[in-house]
């Protein structure tokens, strides 16, 4: 069983900036590919970004591309996203998530618990 633990999320103004990091508890992450998605309530959630098991390709929302930097540690079993340029519309609960292959196609296999980011304006 693989538990991912986010943090990083809290409150910011219009225009600044956070770190979320994604601690995965086995090391077979490490050779998964893995994403971001977030949800706002009455809302489904959606994709934010994803980024191949060695970090070569990654993908990106329409409206987070050029703000948001996918990134992981596979010596540290850490998934990052690092959001810039914050919104008030990126308001929701940020998940971390893990696909069952190297690719992040289809459906992932194990979602996080969620850590809530807030912009303010």
């Known amino acids: 069983q693989v538990q991912l633990v986010e943090s990083g999320g809290g409150l910011v103004q219009a225009g600044g900036s956070l770190r979320l990091s994604c601690a995965a508890s086995a090391r077979t992450i490490s050779s998964v590919a893995m994403g971001w998605f977030r949800q706002v309530p009455g809302k489904e959630r959606e994709f934010v970004a994803s980024?191949?098991?060695?970090?070569?390709?990654?993908a990106y929302e329409d409206s987070v591309k050029g703000r948001f930097t996918i990134s992981r540690d596979n010596v540290k079993n850490t998934l990052y996203l690092q959001m810039n340029s914050l919104k008030p519309e990126d308001t929701a609960v940020y998940y971390c998530?893990?696909?069952?292959?190297?690719?992040?196609?289809?459906?992932?296999?194990?979602w996080g618990q969620g850590t809530q980011v807030t912009v303010s304006s």
């Open positions: 998530a893990a696909y069952p292959r190297t690719e992040p196609a289809g459906p992932p296999a194990y």
């Open positions: 980024i191949s098991w060695f970090g070569f390709n990654s």
